[in-house]
């Protein structure tokens, strides 16, 4: 069975063919990155209307490299939410245009119930029932997976989303946009224990998560102390030294009572921006890791999956892999390009629901706040 699908729900305008749910024969994803890094974020209306340019292209190429035509697929899956409304009915529309004109079946894929099956697409894949961590700019939910359509939600975020706020705060540092990728590739060569900051509801024995406290707590410091440096920028503006002393004899700043300039001294022990990524990065995963591991108790399951775009993070796979190793449970998480958007995910969650019937109408329509449950 091939199945054509289409996902549009954001800033990525991506098509791709599955066959039978599992092998990818194409997949083709147009970022919309460059249109919207001048804004420092999505602008809706831009990303619309670059849907609008870049669908049938997409579309073309990947039945191309897929070796087919439009006519071999059996059948047409799109995101129809959750998403940006005017994003998610270019894709819907789109779709339903060539399923009408195909006579094909059309099915409508929640984008989250995509991104649980991403995993699917790996020649290594879990057993029902399992658990699911999905991180991603817009959702942090842990979520039992029972079967094809069959999920439960255990615990989401109360406010932002993860992935919402490693952007934000990379916003905040000055590291354009997406915020996320600049600071996890910085946090590789960082100190995770540099800068204090807080971990969300440590005290509370649920499995909610909520980040908008750590990202005030960035702000607040940030406001505070200034943006930190990265350690080329630092040192190539670090003047050198007449005398021994004169970063106050080497130590932190009141530490020797050198005759340096004071705040020499603090530029020279202040964390790198290195260090603070790190140190954000390590407050989001100790969190993420935490509550997994106290799901995966709960609900007596053994297999953990984690999916959504921030399930590409290094810091967030190295830390679950330890967790994993300690444990005992079973660790599946989709190669990098499957994390983030894509319609290979979309078409093998659409395959899932083919094979249990359920397809669509003319009539289907968007809902940018559709819930998985």
Same mark, same amino acid.
């Given at each position: 069975?091939?199945?054509?699908?289409?996902?549009?729900?954001?800033?990525?305008?991506?098509?791709?063919?599955?066959?039978?749910?599992?092998?990818?024969?194409?997949?083709?994803?147009?970022?919309?990155?460059?249109?919207?890094?001048?804004?420092?974020?999505?602008?809706?209306?831009?990303?619309?209307?670059?849907?609008?340019?870049?669908? /049938?292209?997409?579309?073309?190429?990947?039945?191309?490299?897929?070796?087919?035509?439009?006519?071999?697929?059996?059948?047409?899956? /799109?995101?129809?939410?959750?998403?940006?409304?005017?994003?998610?009915?270019?894709?819907?529309?789109?779709?339903?245009?060539?399923?009408?004109?195909?006579?094909?079946?059309?099915?409508?894929?929640?984008?989250?119930?995509?991104?649980?099956?991403?995993?699917?697409?790996? &020649?290594?894949?879990?057993?029902?029932?399992?658990?699911?961590?999905?991180?991603?700019?817009?959702?942090?939910?842990?979520?039992?997976?029972?079967?094809?359509?069959?999920?439960?939600?255990?615990?989401?975020?109360?406010?932002?989303?993860?992935?919402?706020?490693?952007?934000?705060?990379?916003?905040?540092?000055?590291?354009?946009?997406?915020?996320?990728?600049?600071?996890?590739?910085?946090?590789?060569?960082?100190?995770?224990?540099? /800068?204090?900051?807080?971990?969300?509801?440590?005290?509370?024995?649920?499995?909610?998560?909520?980040?908008?406290?750590?990202?005030?707590?960035?702000?607040?410091?940030?406001?505070?102390?200034?943006?930190?440096?990265?350690?080329?920028?630092?040192?190539?503006?670090?003047?050198?030294? &007449?005398?021994?002393?004169?970063?106050?004899?080497?130590?932190?700043?009141?530490?020797?009572?050198?005759?340096?300039?004071?705040?020499?001294?603090?530029?020279?022990?202040?964390?790198?921006?290195?260090?603070?990524?790190?140190?954000?990065?390590?407050?989001?995963?100790?969190?993420? /890791?935490?509550?997994?591991?106290?799901?995966?108790?709960? &609900?007596?399951?053994?297999?953990?999956?984690?999916?959504?775009?921030?399930?590409?993070?290094?810091?967030?796979?190295?830390?679950?892999?330890?967790?994993?190793?300690?444990?005992?449970?079973?660790?599946?998480?989709?190669?990098?390009?499957?994390?983030?958007?894509?319609?290979?995910?979309?078409?093998?969650?659409?395959?899932?629901?083919?094979?249990?019937?359920?397809?669509?109408?003319?009539?289907?329509?968007?809902?940018?706040?559709?819930?998985?449950?």
């Amino acid at each position: 069975m091939l199945v054509l699908g289409v996902e549009t729900s954001c800033d990525e305008t991506a098509a791709a063919v599955v066959e039978d749910g599992r092998r990818v024969r194409s997949s083709v994803v147009a970022s919309q990155i460059k249109d919207h890094a001048p804004y420092g974020g999505v602008v809706p209306e831009v990303a619309s209307r670059q849907h609008l340019a870049t669908i /049938v292209p997409v579309l073309r190429r990947a039945v191309a490299e897929a070796g087919i035509g439009f006519h071999d697929v059996d059948a047409i899956a /799109v995101t129809h939410g959750p998403g940006l409304v005017g994003a998610l009915l270019v894709g819907v529309e789109t779709a339903k245009a060539l399923a009408f004109a195909l006579g094909k079946p059309l099915v409508g894929v929640n984008h989250l119930a995509g991104h649980l099956a991403a995993v699917f697409l790996e &020649e290594r894949v879990p057993a029902y029932p399992h658990l699911a961590l999905l991180v991603s700019g817009g959702h942090t939910a842990l979520i039992r997976v029972d079967g094809p359509g069959t999920t439960r939600l255990l615990g989401a975020t109360r406010d932002d989303a993860s992935g919402e706020a490693f952007d934000k705060v990379g916003k905040l540092l000055g590291l354009g946009y997406p915020g996320g990728v600049q600071i996890d590739r910085l946090a590789a060569n960082g100190n995770p224990r540099a /800068v204090a900051l807080p971990r969300a509801l440590p005290g509370r024995d649920d499995l909610d998560f909520s980040f908008s406290g750590l990202k005030t707590a960035v702000a607040t410091l940030l406001a505070r102390e200034g943006r930190p440096q990265a350690r080329a920028e630092r040192s190539s503006a670090m003047p050198v030294p &007449e005398r021994a002393d004169a970063l106050g004899g080497g130590g932190p700043r009141g530490a020797g009572g050198g005759a340096g300039d004071p705040s020499e001294g603090q530029r020279a022990t202040s964390p790198d921006l290195e260090d603070f990524c790190a140190s954000f990065q390590s407050a989001v995963v100790d969190v993420l /890791v935490r509550k997994s591991r106290r799901a995966l108790v709960r &609900e007596g399951l053994s297999a953990l999956v984690v999916c959504g775009g921030v399930a590409a993070n290094r810091g967030l796979r190295a830390a679950l892999a330890q967790a994993a190793s300690e444990d005992g449970f079973e660790l599946y998480i989709p190669a990098p390009k499957y994390c983030t958007d894509n319609a290979a995910m979309i078409a093998a969650a659409g395959s899932q629901l083919v094979a249990l019937g359920r397809h669509a109408g003319m009539d289907l329509a968007v809902d940018p706040g559709l819930p998985l449950v």
